[in-house]
């Protein structure tokens, strides 16, 4: 499968946008997908799991309670909406897919990845 993440921009904290992740196949409602974000001189660190069907998501404690992850299976597509953003949250986000199956914050967890999309959140 193939991932494209698009959405990104800059925002004023308190602010919000909505990332979006494409994927390719018809395969797409057998991958539980990730979200997952990079800071400059930062380690990659997960922000959000969804599952394959959209029943179950799983939040970082960073972003618990602001962020929701959704999907629509019949349009390929995965959604963060992102609120009350803060400048913490500046980051390049990348969309991942793994196999269905139990829940993972792990990177290496995750087959595929899309290509990124900066996130800029100002003071």
């Known amino acids: 499968v193939q991932l494209q993440a698009f959405g990104g921009g800059l925002v004023q904290a308190g602010g919000s946008l909505r990332l979006s992740c494409a994927a390719s196949g018809r395969t797409f409602s057998m991958y539980d997908m990730g979200w997952f974000r990079q800071a400059p001189g930062k380690e990659r660190e997960f922000v959000a799991h969804?599952?394959?069907?959209?029943?179950?998501?799983y939040y970082a404690d960073s972003v618990k309670g602001r962020f929701i992850s959704s999907r629509d299976n019949a349009k390929n597509t995965v959604y963060l909406q992102m609120n009350i953003l803060k400048p913490e949250d500046t980051a390049v986000y990348y969309c991942a897919a793994r196999l269905s199956g139990s829940y993972s914050y792990t990177a290496s967890e995750y087959d595929y990845w899309g290509q990124g999309t900066q996130v800029t959140v100002s003071s």
């Open positions: 969804i599952n394959w069907n959209g029943a179950s998501t």
